[in-house]
């Protein structure tokens, strides 16, 4: 099926669950999904760019053949990469749908900057294919953060190694502020009563040993 590009309503598009995508096939600036029902085809392509409906699968398709690009013409078999891998990543709305596509139009983009460095004559050059080539790594790295970030609602991870508690003991996982220098006891404590002194009591007893016996000598 052969689908335009301009799209004068929005019909949704049910998911499928997981098949294969069917493949594209481009013909001048339009695309066309290749399977025996044009309307299957439709459906399982949306599945795997994590599109909501018709007109978000099409805005989608058409941002990808343009970063397709090469030689200045959108490239079949470049697009049908970019869909694999963004089926790969498996979006599931219509954020993680938009920061898929720029994964892997960024993606393809430091491949090629790759390409050119390696045939870069000259320290000028080089360094400036290096330097973009340094920009779009880094923006990657970041897009990875970002999507990993709201797929986890924001919460960054905590990891605890070498955790060892002793009988009668309490571990507290989380981020723990450690502020006051002050120890305030509360009446009727061991502290308040003497029987147990605090660390400020010890700091300063022994900075009175130490000035005693620095007198003494």
């Known amino acids: ?12 598009v049910p998911r499928y669950g997981s098949r ?4 594209v096939k481009l013909t001048g600036q339009r695309i066309a999904i290749q399977h025996p029902d044009a309307e299957t085809g439709e459906r399982l392509m949306a599945e795997a760019l994590g599109a909501v409906d018709s007109d978000a699968l099409h805005g989608i398709l058409k941002q990808l053949m343009k970063a397709s690009v090469i030689l200045q013409e959108p490239d079949e078999a470049n697009l049908a990469f970019m869909i694999s891998m963004m089926k790969s990543i498996a979006p599931r709305d219509s954020l993680e749908a938009m920061l898929t596509a720029q994964m892997v139009s960024v993606h393809v983009a430091t491949m090629r900057f790759a390409c050119r460095l390696a045939f870069a ?3 000028p050059q080089q360094e400036g294919i290096s330097r973009a080539l340094t920009r779009l790594a880094r923006t990657f790295a ?9 797929r986890g609602n924001g919460e960054r991870p905590i990891t605890v190694q070498n955790l060892s508690v002793q009988d ?50």
């Open 142 to 150: 970041a897009q990875m953060e970002a999507l990993n970030r709201h």
């Open 20 to 23: 294969p995508t069917p493949r």
């Open 121 to 123: 004559e000259g320290i």
């Open 168 to 217: 009668g003991g309490s571990a507290i996982v989380g981020n723990v502020a450690q502020h006051a220098h002050l120890t305030v006891a509360e009446p009727g404590t061991a502290i308040d009563a003497g029987l147990v002194p605090s660390r400020e009591a010890g700091e300063s007893k022994h900075d009175r040993a130490e000035a005693t016996t620095g007198a003494t000598a």
């Open 1 to 12: 099926m052969t689908t335009a590009m301009t799209r004068n309503s929005t019909t949704p």
